[in-house]
């Protein structure tokens, strides 16, 4: 079944987040899928922060390609950022398959960049921009 959300601007974007969290329950794999802009890290910010992370914790780890993040409930969460990487032996090296398969929320952006090395289960949400400046975000289950 195909769902979609829209954040208007970002005074909605917490609200947006929560909704995304009740609708895609039990979902621990998730792949932002956006141009360059589209609001990857903005969007995987308010999940975090919908989840009781300290909202100034959470930046891309463009560098890093991980970052980890603690939940309210004290769980792990992990947000990953393939942009930089070229070649898949790259994210093995950091441990990729330990990490999701570690049973933590995992946040990918850019997943695109590593797509032969996804597991069949990961939730692939396509981030849009409409004309007026709304994201609006698409997937499937």
């Not at 009740?22 to 903005?42: D, Q, S, V």
């Not at 997943?111 to 409409?130: A, F, N, T």
Request: aromatic share 10%.
């Amino acid at each position: 079944m195909k769902h979609s959300l829209t954040v208007g601007d970002l005074s909605q974007i917490d609200d947006v987040a929560k909704s995304f969290l009740r609708e895609t329950e039990g979902n621990r794999l998730i792949a932002l899928h956006a141009e360059m802009g589209g609001g990857k890290t903005t969007f995987t910010s308010a999940l975090c922060r919908a989840l009781g992370v300290n909202g100034d914790a959470v930046s891309s780890p463009t560098f890093s390609i991980v970052n980890e993040y603690k939940a309210g409930d004290g769980s792990a969460i992990f947000h990953f950022d393939f942009y930089r990487i070229e070649k898949i032996e790259e994210v093995l090296d950091i441990g990729f398959y330990d990490y999701i398969d570690s049973g933590a929320l995992c946040i990918m952006e850019w997943p695109e960049k590593i797509e032969e090395i996804l597991p069949e289960e990961v939730l692939r949400v396509d981030i849009s921009i409409s004309p007026d400046g709304a994201r609006i975000l698409e997937w499937e289950d």
